[in-house]
């Protein structure tokens, strides 16, 4: 069974900060997505990293899948009230299933 | 990408009822899945549904449940006798091809059974 681990569960910080949230797993993935969910809506897809090592960046937001495709991290620099969400990292085969992280709950005080 | 769309926003139903849920309208894609998220708790996949028919489905994803298009565009899902645990956000996702695994997802229906 694949599973995705996200690290940390819930983070507060202050805006301006700049900030890290890791997503793990001991699997390997065909690629990796990244998507944003506001409460009681639908995930909402930032990014998609499919090769080892790359590197996305999405203004303020910066994405990297691992060498190993097994883990992924985002980052946000200088961080606004209006990046507060829950972040969702999901793997998968091509055109098969995907796995999902148990998320990230990010909090950016004014 | 357009949008995907899903009808009812909210159901309740009394335990024991059959519901549908729909994913509507949905262009040429042909990548089409069935997620769940309880309330708290992480997104689950149910089922992929490929050219017609299902590519593969989960553990939740037993007998009382069923995915069908009708009518070529439509894309929905069936639970034959709903139960108490069922009560769930159900998103429907849809795929480009190529591009990895990258799948757009519905607002979702909210699932409430009595």
């Known amino acids: 069974t694949q599973l995705l681990e996200q690290s940390p569960q819930f983070l507060s910080i202050q805006e301006g900060e700049n900030l890290t949230v890791y997503c793990n797993s001991s699997?390997?993935?065909?690629?990796l997505q990244w998507y944003r969910q506001e409460p009681g809506e639908g995930p909402v897809l930032l990014v998609t990293?499919?090769?080892?090592?790359e590197v996305k960046k999405l203004k303020r937001l910066t994405f990297q899948f691992g060498d190993a495709r097994k883990d992924s991290s985002l980052h946000i620099t200088a961080a606004q009230p209006g990046d507060t969400g829950l972040y969702l990292c999901?793997?998968?085969?091509?055109?098969?299933?995907?796995?999902f992280g148990d998320g990230t709950t990010l909090t950016v005080k004014p | 990408e357009p949008e995907v769309t899903q009808t009812p926003s909210h159901q309740v139903t009394q335990m024991g009822q059959e519901v549908i849920l729909r994913c509507v309208p949905i262009?040429?894609?042909?990548?089409f899945y069935w997620y769940r998220q309880i309330l708290g708790q992480k997104v689950e996949f149910l089922v992929s549904?490929?050219?017609?028919?299902?590519?593969?489905k989960s553990e939740i994803f037993d007998d009382q449940f069923s995915v069908e298009r009708p009518d070529g565009s439509n894309f929905t899902l069936k639970i034959r006798s709903t139960k108490l645990e069922d009560s769930a956000m159900y998103f429907c996702?849809?795929?480009?091809?190529?591009?990895?695994?990258?799948?757009?997802f519905g607002p979702g229906t909210r699932l409430t059974v009595l």
């Open positions: 999901a793997g998968g085969t091509n055109a098969g299933k995907s796995t």
């Open positions: 699997s390997v993935f065909s690629s």
């Open positions: 990293v499919v090769t080892g090592g």
């Open positions: 262009s040429n894609h042909l990548y």
């Open positions: 549904f490929y050219n017609n028919e299902i590519s593969e």
């Open positions: 996702a849809k795929k480009t091809s190529g591009h990895g695994n990258e799948q757009f």
